[in-house]
């Protein structure tokens, strides 16, 4: 067992010195090892054998309303304040049929903002 660890070692030492001499990199198998461990552990997607965690339950959103507007219904939503409600309306725009609440994005898609011509309409 001993002569095979010096042939190992010495099989290691050659491999290691050939590819430093093609890469021109010091120590360079022990990165190409470095890259395969990270290689292999993400083609795992990190995954391990986990031991059961106890998990709380996950408060259940309420689903979001289905959006389905007519264009002229989708202009109400410009996000521009609304005097009967005394409030700023939500900010909608529409892409390809399928409605998107940006209300979150108000400073982008709502009034003065620079994608202002968005909001409430198809895009």
Not at 32 to 40: E, Q, W
Not at 79 to 94: H, I, N
Request: with cysteine.
């Amino acid at each position: 067992t001993i002569f095979v660890q010096v042939i190992m070692t010495e099989v290691i030492a050659n491999i290691s010195a050939w590819l430093d001499n093609i890469t021109g990199t010091e120590g360079s198998l022990g990165y190409i090892v470095i890259a395969l461990f990270v290689i292999v552990v993400l083609s795992q997607g990190g995954q391990t054998k986990n031991i059961e965690e106890k998990k709380e339950p996950e408060e259940e959103e309420e689903p979001e309303p289905p959006r389905n507007f007519t264009l002229e219904q989708l202009k109400y939503f410009d996000g521009k304040y609304d005097e009967k409600k005394e409030e700023d309306k939500p900010v909608y725009l529409s892409l390809n049929g399928t409605v998107f609440d940006v209300s979150a994005g108000r400073d982008f898609y709502g009034p003065d903002g620079p994608y202002e011509c968005f909001a409430g309409r198809e895009c």
